[in-house]
Nanobody, 121 residues
Framework: QVQLVESGGGLVQAGGSLRLSCIASGSIFSIDAMGWYRQAPGKQRELVAKITRNGSTNYADSVKGRFTISRDNAWGTVYLQMNSLKPEDTGRYYC???????????????WGKGTLVTVSS
């Protein structure tokens, strides 16, 4: 099992910055990738940023150049540095960990409970 706990959300003015943290515990040795997703009220959850085992990253087009995802060694903690925040960045941000399980030929996803980010205009 993998447990994820997010922190760092809050209320910020447009143009400001926040850093989200996600602490992973449990069977973290098996994690292939981790990422941040967000869900705005009335909208579907969407990928914000992802980092893979080898350190490669993916970002949603809407956050490129503004957000940076990073991690420490052994997936202990993953961060999302958010700069130049916009009102449309508002939403609940969830930490995700992906685990590929060979024996079932499927991936498993673990989720934190999320942390709320509100950007005022």
């Amino acid at each position: 099992q993998v447990q994820l706990v997010e922190s760092g959300g809050g209320l910020v003015q447009a143009g400001g910055s926040l850093r989200l943290s996600c602490i992973a515990s449990g069977s973290i040795f098996s994690i292939d990738a981790m990422g941040w997703y967000r869900q705005a009220p009335g909208k579907q959850r969407e990928l914000v940023a992802k980092i893979t085992r080898n350190g490669s990253t993916n970002y949603a087009d809407s956050v490129k150049g503004r957000f940076t995802i990073s991690r420490d060694n052994a997936w202990g903690t993953v961060y999302l540095q958010m700069n130049s925040l916009k009102p449309e960045d508002t939403g609940r941000y969830y930490c995700n960990a992906h685990q590929w399980v060979v024996v079932i030929r499927n991936g498993l996803d673990y989720w934190g409970k999320g942390t709320l980010v509100t950007v005022s205009s």
